[in-house]
């Protein structure tokens, strides 16, 4: 029998997402917000949970797509695909495929997604708990206790860590992030950082078990609490840190996912306080699209010009500044790119369309 599906998580994927558009196009990166922004190197802002927040509802949701019976063929297709799209991201609109990066958030997501779903169908609960304090165990061990080769005394560096030198050695440096603090010397989506990416995901399998088999959320909510004072106290020895994943980080940001998911699971699915939910479940049912969609745009406004000037700075310049000032003119660009997508995507809503890879 098929598992219903959750309109919690639909919800919390829509938030997500409209995060995302909210922190990814301001109208001048000049005149961000603090909590709008990524913290500098070390550290966590609000916008450094979206992302594994995201790889989390990922997580939670596996368990009900693999009681559905998606063959290995179709995980496999899957995983290729949001790699494709990710490097179309990464090279338009003009692509130069001898620079080309070829990391990046939606190949992230692939290999994460791929992993998890052979290692929730191929092994034992044991096996795959012990698996995640394995990793997380292995990779701070790495990232701070063995010598990076030519590196010196700081591996916790942009371009010094374990992670940048794998990816200079597997991927060489003009296939990665070509811009500040990594200039083509690592990448914030490094490889090696996708294996504590993929312990977030398994945290959202876990997560995602647990209220399939009928747990209850305020237990669910503890274990939140524990893996946030988990994080907190690790993060003392291991500074939390997004671009490298570490594995303080995971354990933080996996438990304010936990505490989200709990709180919305228990208001939306079991109390019935659905009224509210479906101006997120807009954004939340085409995840992929509005992805995809975003980013395209977002290109498209820096790189088509109106002059000397981007096209999206000249928006905002002439039509957000004259009337918000700079500071409330880049977040009102930002406000408005978030009502633009929701409207495109209101339409898919109403007619009951959801873009899937």
Known sequence: MSQPRWLSLDVFRGMTMAAMI???NPGSWAYVLPPLRHAAWHGCTPTDCIF?????????????????GSHLGKVVRRSVVLIALGLLLNGFPAYDWERLRLLGVLQRIALCYLGAMLIVRYTRPWVRRGLMVVILLG?????????VPGVGIDPLTPTGNWGAWFDRLLLGRQHLYPLAPFFSQGDPESLLGTLPALVTVLLGVEAGLWLQKGGAPGTLALGGLLLLGLGYAWGLVLPWNKP????????????WAVLAL?????????????GWCWPWVVFGRNAILLFVGAGLLGRS?????????????????QGFVPWLGTWGGSL????????????ALYGFYRRGVWVRV
């Open 262 to 274: 709990a709180g919305l699971h228990d208001w939306i699915d079991r109390r019935g306080r659905q």
């Open 332 to 343: 009102g660009f930002a406000l408005a790119m978030v009502g633009i997508w929701w409207i």
């Open 139 to 147: 990779y701070a061990l790495l990232l701070t206790q063995v010598p």
């Open 22 to 24: 909210l922190v990814n």
């Open 52 to 68: 594994p927040f995201f790889l989390f509802i990922m997580g939670a949701a596996l368990p009900l797509s693999s009681r559905r």
């Open 301 to 317: 406004l820096r790189f088509y010009r109106v002059g000397e000037t981007p096209l999206g700075t000249w928006i905002y310049e």
């Open 244 to 255: 490298l994943w570490t594995s303080s980080y995971v354990l933080g940001t996996g438990g």
